[in-house]
């Protein structure tokens, strides 16, 4: 089944629900009308909640640039002694 | 189990204009793979900058078994050049990685033996866990990076935390049976690829890597590309 249609076939049955919902008038349906509002509402702070909780714990690795600047100075090392000339001949390597 | 230490792996690695990079990384896998059979595939779109010289020379250096140069006159874009370097593999796993550093080779290690322990059909990098990371990312860089990733998480349930990173192993046969379904070009291809194998119903495991920017400001995502982003989101929605 095509994703899109999963998405679909839940929507579908919460809008079920909701009518069902406004039928049976088991809460107000002054209540009832207001619930797809609040949904979207409360997607809309998910998705921002998401966001920005996953911006405050986003991974950093400032180490791993020093240890790669290593592993870099090392491999050229090698590499010259090896005769492999990495760098161009008309770039002067500071 | 019984085949699994006959496991070879082919690293596949696309270049343009990498001539220091190619070398930096060749030499950094043989360093974390000592004990593994393996082999690198350059695959290069015909770098005017002599990286294919380079790697001629690395072939010197290391063998011309362990190292595959499988040129290509021009760019023609990721997705292909997998493809392409696919035809030459001749190991059971195939990883691929960026040629610009910002996949280490020291990873290399702990994918497979990720996939030895989980007998996974594919392991992913994924830098949004604890020990993974991203260095040299602008505050804007991040905040695209997350939205993106949110959406995609609420759009596809894809059940992989980082849909757009690209430093994976695969089984040789999965990536042949995905990389023919897939019809993405950038960072859509690396989603399309994933979302594509766990919904065939794939293992898919992941472990966590770094990923240093070092060219700062390069991986930067313009209006255009977040229009790509949002069209491949549809467009997976509706063909996954």
């Known amino acids: 089944m095509k994703h899109i249609v999963k998405i679909m076939t839940l929507l579908v049955a919460v809008s079920a629900l909701w009518v069902g919902l406004l039928q049976t008038s088991i809460v107000p349906q002054s209540h009832t009308w207001l619930l797809p509002i609040y949904f979207v509402v409360s997607l809309g702070c998910y998705g921002l909640l998401m966001v920005g909780v996953g911006l405050m714990q986003f991974p950093t690795c400032p180490q791993e640039a020093l240890l790669l600047q290593q592993d870099i100075v090392e491999a050229k090392q090698y590499l010259k002694q090896k005769g492999v000339d990495v760098i161009p001949t008309d770039v002067v390597d500071a | ?240």
Request: charged share 25%.
């Open chain 2, 1 to 240: 189990m019984e085949v699994q230490h006959k496991s070879k792996f082919s690293v596949i690695i696309p270049t343009y204009n990498e001539r220091l990079n190619i070398a930096l990384i060749v030499y950094l896998v043989f360093k974390h793979l000592r004990d593994v059979d393996f082999e690198i595939i350059v695959v290069d779109d015909g770098s005017p900058d002599g990286t294919q010289d380079i790697v001629k020379q690395l072939q010197q250096v290391y063998g011309e078994d362990r190292i595959l140069l499988r040129a290509r006159p021009k760019k023609l874009g990721l997705g292909t050049a997998y493809i392409h370097g696919l035809k030459h593999a001749s190991g059971n796993f195939v990883v691929i990685m960026d040629a610009d550093l910002s996949h280490h080779p020291k990873y290399l290690p702990s994918f497979i033996r990720k996939q030895l322990e989980t007998g996974a059909d594919i392991v992913t990098g994924t830098r949004y866990v604890k020990d993974g990371g991203v260095h040299g990312w602008t505050l804007m860089r991040k905040l695209t990076s997350r939205g993106a990733n949110v959406l995609a998480q609420t759009l596809l349930w894809p059940g992989v935390s980082d849909l757009t990173g690209s430093f994976r192993l695969y089984r040789k046969s999965v990536l042949e049976d995905v990389i023919s379904s897939c019809v993405s070009k950038g960072y859509v291809f690396q989603m399309e690829m994933i979302v594509r194998a766990s919904r065939k119903g794939y293992h898919i495991e992941e472990v966590p890597i770094t990923f240093v920017d070092r060219v700062f400001g390069s991986s930067k995502l313009g209006g255009s590309e977040i229009v790509e982003y949002l069209k491949g989101l549809a467009y997976l929605l509706v063909t996954t």
